[in-house]
């Protein structure tokens, strides 16, 4: 132990910061104690929770895009063990381009959340829309049967948390604390669903237009109706607290004004195919000029120059822009860990296992060292970006020092 309290005192020494060097030694004595003591779970970030499924709830009953009566249906995973008396809730929309998918695909993810402490739920909304003849769906008839599609989803989802509200007591849920997550399709349903209010300009094409003419037949486009569920009740939606944006975007980015921001965590791929990080055409990247009949997306890295030029605090948005080329996540793990550290700043949860009310202060210049007193990264900015190997670190600057760890690559402070 002494030559690390010897390394250490030396580097801190030479700051003339000796206060600093005391606490740092005392932290390094409680390191090499850590392994004696108890381990304590992150709220809502740990997985310590054995959880357990209600599945295919019908919650609403509403009109598919060609007029016949389809029953949305979604499935719910919540803790066993947390001796909880309220919990957030989570829910999770697939993707699928608005025309395919089904809310089992995120069945493994409602079960991670629901881990943590979160009830958690994956929803079915209505899919599909008119292509233009002999064609059907990916292509799609017009621009506006895709912006039907999309807001038929923000409908479902909002029936779906009505749902979810006047069941709150039967799985303990919070509704003062809910977040919102998708995945491509899912997520563009779930920034609309957080975003779009009474405030927006309602899309011209949501109310009755000019019907789908195919081969000798026509079908109608009747209005869409309240955004709030095609089946829209008394019942108060719960309040979002913050939305998971897994390669989605905004067909309008005026949608961010208007009501109070609700904080982002986005991911996406730098050169995404199907939905661009920038500004495209939906599925822009495929072959077969299937995308010309789609809307403009503006994607993750359009959404956050647009969060930045109206000033939006940076502590609200995270964007992880990932160089790659695909429609996926290169590390789902890892993306979905720091979506739940970003989450529970916003539901108002304790994170940190010390229970003073002491919240380290990362701005400015913080020198990283491990265990062994080496310097690792020196920093000027929050240390949810840096890349070490888990384990446990003290950050240390001329103001104070603090112990953190990095757990499967994400920042535990």
Not at 176 to 204: C, E, K, N, W, Y
């Amino acid at each position: 132990m002494r030559p690390v309290l010897v390394s250490i005192w030396t580097k801190l020494s030479m700051r003339h910061n000796h206060y600093v060097c005391h606490m740092l030694i005392l932290m390094l004595i409680l390191m090499l104690l850590a392994p004696q003591l108890p381990v304590v779970g992150q709220p809502y970030i740990t997985r310590q929770y054995t959880v357990t499924s209600d599945r295919d709830i019908p919650y609403t009953v509403a009109p598919a895009f060609n007029g016949r009566m389809d029953t949305m249906k979604l499935n719910v995973w919540y803790p066993m063990d947390d001796n909880a008396e309220r919990r957030p809730l989570v829910v999770w929309v697939h993707g699928g381009g608005f025309s395919a998918g089904n809310r089992a695909e995120m069945n493994a993810v409602c079960e991670r959340w629901a881990s943590r402490g979160y009830v958690a739920a994956t929803i079915s909304y209505r899919l599909s829309f008119y292509g233009p003849w002999p064609f059907d769906p990916p292509f799609a008839y017009d621009t506006a049967e895709v912006v039907r599609a999309c807001y038929r989803g923000v409908q479902d989802l909002r029936s779906a948390l009505s749902y979810l509200s006047s069941n709150a007591a039967r799985y303990k849920i919070d509704t003062s604390r809910t977040i919102l997550g998708g995945v491509s399709a899912g997520a563009i349903i779930a920034l609309h669903g957080a975003f779009v209010d009474d405030s927006d300009i309602r899309p011209p094409a949501l109310s009755q237009i000019a019907p789908v003419t195919r081969a000798f037949e026509q079908f109608l486009r009747p209005d869409l109706g309240s955004m709030n569920g095609w089946q829209s009740t008394n019942v108060p939606l719960p309040q979002i607290r913050a939305v998971i944006n897994i390669f989605g975007g905004l067909l309008d980015p005026r949608s961010i004004d208007g009501a109070p921001f609700v904080p982002t965590y986005s991911y996406h791929q730098k050169a995404d195919p199907v939905v661009a990080c920038g500004t495209a055409k939906g599925l822009w990247g495929l072959p077969l000029d299937v995308s010309a009949n789609y809307p403009k997306i503006h994607g993750s890295c359009t959404l956050t120059e647009e969060f930045a030029k109206r000033g939006v605090d940076t502590r609200v948005y995270e964007t992880w822009i990932y160089n790659g080329t695909e429609h996926a996540i290169h590390d789902e793990m890892r993306v979905d860990s720091l979506a739940a550290v970003f989450c529970v700043r916003h539901i108002e949860a304790v994170v940190s296992v010390d229970e003073t009310s002491f919240v380290p202060d990362e701005s400015g210049l913080h020198t990283i060292l491990d265990l062994r007193g080496s310097v690792c990264a020196i920093t000027t900015s929050t240390l949810s970006g840096i890349e070490l190997p888990d384990g446990i670190y003290t950050a240390v600057s001329a103001r104070h020092a603090f112990l953190f760890r990095i757990v499967n690559g994400v920042v535990i402070r």
